[in-house]
């Protein structure tokens, strides 16, 4: 559910009297307090000027480079609770881009406790090293990582990261790290520019020595919002958080962007440009999948355009959605390093209704993959007012190629190129595209080939016609192919999928054919 709320400022007052936190114990009901008195403070802080906390880094740490950057290094056995209990925490040092401190507290006992900077908790290797003599007072810390051992019983593995503005990432057993989750967007690709809401303390509660999840609590503050969040953390072979925020607005927001998801499509099947790389294709993510309030299945591919995309797929109380790694082979990117085929998918399932609104996908010109270009996220289309304030609960957590509940064929490969037959006399215009869908797995497992498949196709500008539909070789799925003549420059927006004895055996295949890609 997102409640919309009014902020009063006689609270807001109120809260500023309040005093240090501190809990009697770490069980649920002590978490829940400890969650509202940082929901307080976060109000409070709504009513006061925003500071970006950059100011209060050390001179020395703020000239750092990436290559200095990498030679600090965190001494592992000075890891947070590593020879009690199957959790540790590491910690990231400031300098780099990490030029806002973040406060870290250890509620343990009963105690919330700050967590205070100590150089001797790293190594400064080779030109590091100089900054041994430099004042590090206030050098504060930039993030944390979480360990676990998820693959073994004998070593903690690392699982989760919060570093940087909002952000997180989540990997689980034999996943290698991709995407990123995080806190909030808020206007994303929009004119005026994005703001980056970044957390500014965290509190690690302390898990008893057995227990195999964890909580972390996070306060937000950026100029237009501040918040309180709440994770509760359980690693394994996917990692699963709860997400449990209040959020409180400074001042207006035009585009607030609900649990979002950060990725990379540098290219893959979608790219219709020669690409100078001898790897097939390079991406975190190649899919957004979309459950519908109604109970549908969306599959829209991923892009790397020539110009920004932003596109919305409204919906009522969405069942969830996520960015998602389908190509698994490893013959797809062979990357011996990136190991691509290895990137985790995130799903995000509301907890409570989302009501109105729509699934934003925001598709960014990137020309190569060392830039995150690719976010999706929810958009209420309740709009966020200064003085409102929001509640929210969902779950997000890291899958493979496929959902457990997708009982549907997917969406297995997406191509186009030009739809003329070659040597005709009149050849067709070069703008006429020739798409293939090829979907395989699920309600499509074990279908004969001479089952009466059928294609349903829409297309909301331009003239489609030669639709077919044919079983793959070797009962590797099945095709649907057609061609589009596109109405001038006009996008044309896609929608298809697969049909036997007139139900759907297949997700929808959804996809936006701009002309101007071409």
């Given amino acids: 559910m997102i409640t919309l709320m009014r902020r009063h400022g006689r609270l807001a007052l109120f809260v500023l009297l309040l005093p240090a936190v501190a809990v009697g114990d770490t069980g649920e009901a002590s978490i829940a307090t400890l969650f509202e008195r940082v929901a307080a403070e976060a109000e409070a802080l709504a009513n006061a000027p925003y500071d970006s906390g950059s100011d209060a880094l050390p001179e020395a740490l703020k000239q750092v480079d990436y290559d200095t950057y990498r030679q600090i290094r965190f001494r592992p056995d000075a890891a947070l609770w590593k020879d009690d209990g199957l959790f540790s925490v590491q910690l990231f040092h400031t300098g780099f881009l990490f030029e806002s401190p973040v406060q870290l507290n250890v509620v343990e006992n009963g105690e919330s406790t700050p967590l205070d900077f100590d150089p001797d908790r790293f190594r400064y290797d080779d030109d590091a090293a100089a900054l041994l003599e430099q004042d590090l007072s206030g050098a504060g810390h930039a993030g944390f990582r979480l360990h676990f051992p998820l693959n073994n019983a004998s070593y903690h593995d690392e699982f989760a990261v919060f570093l940087g503005a909002s952000y997180f990432r989540l990997v689980g057993r034999d996943q290698g790290y991709g995407l990123s989750a995080r806190g909030l967007a808020i206007d994303t690709a929009r004119p005026k520019g994005e703001e980056f809401p970044a957390f500014r303390e965290f509190w690690l509660v302390r898990p ?141 399932q509301p907890l409570e209704p989302w009501s109105a609104g729509g699934i934003e996908l925001v598709e960014i010109p990137a020309p190569d993959e060392t830039h995150d270009n690719i976010v999706a996220y929810w958009v209420s289309d309740t709009p966020l007012a200064a003085g409102d304030s929001l509640y929210l609960r969902y779950r997000t957590h890291t899958f493979g190629a496929t959902l457990p509940q997708q009982t549907l064929g997917q969406v297995s490969r997406t191509r186009q190129g030009w739809g003329g037959v070659p040597g005709e006399v009149d050849p067709a215009p070069r703008s006429r595209r020739h798409f293939m869908v090829d979907f395989e797995g699920g309600a499509l497992e074990g279908l004969a080939p001479d089952q009466p498949v059928e294609a349903s196709l829409e297309a909301s500008q331009g003239d489609t016609h030669h639709l077919s539909v044919r079983a793959l070789p070797d009962g590797k799925g099945w095709r649907a192919s057609f061609r589009l003549d596109p109405d001038g420059q006009r996008p044309s927006d896609m929608r298809l999928h697969l049909r036997l004895h007139g139900e759907p055996i297949s997700e929808t295949w959804n996809h936006v054919w701009y002309p101007n890609e071409q």
Avoid: C
Wanted: glycine share 6%; aromatic share 8%; hydrophobic share 40%.
């Fill in 208 to 348: 008893a020595a057995s227990a195999t999840q964890m909580t972390v609590l996070a306060l937000l503050d950026s100029p237009s919002i501040t918040g309180a969040y709440r994770f509760h953390i359980a690693p394994g072979r996917n990692i699963v958080v709860d997400v449990e925020a209040t959020l409180f607005a400074r001042r207006k927001v035009e585009t607030l962007g609900i649990a979002p998801l950060t990725s990379m499509f540098a290219h893959g099947d979608t790219t219709i440009r020669a690409v100078d790389d001898h790897r097939p294709s390079v991406h975190d993510s190649d899919g957004l999948l979309v459950h519908t309030g109604q109970s549908e299945w969306i599959w829209r591919p991923l892009t790397n355009p020539r110009s920004l995309r932003v596109s919305s797929l409204r919906d009522d109380n969405p069942e969830g959605f996520g960015l998602v790694q389908r190509e698994r082979d490893f013959d797809r990117y062979l990357d011996l390093e990136a190991r691509y085929e290895r990137r985790p998918s995130m799903w995000v």
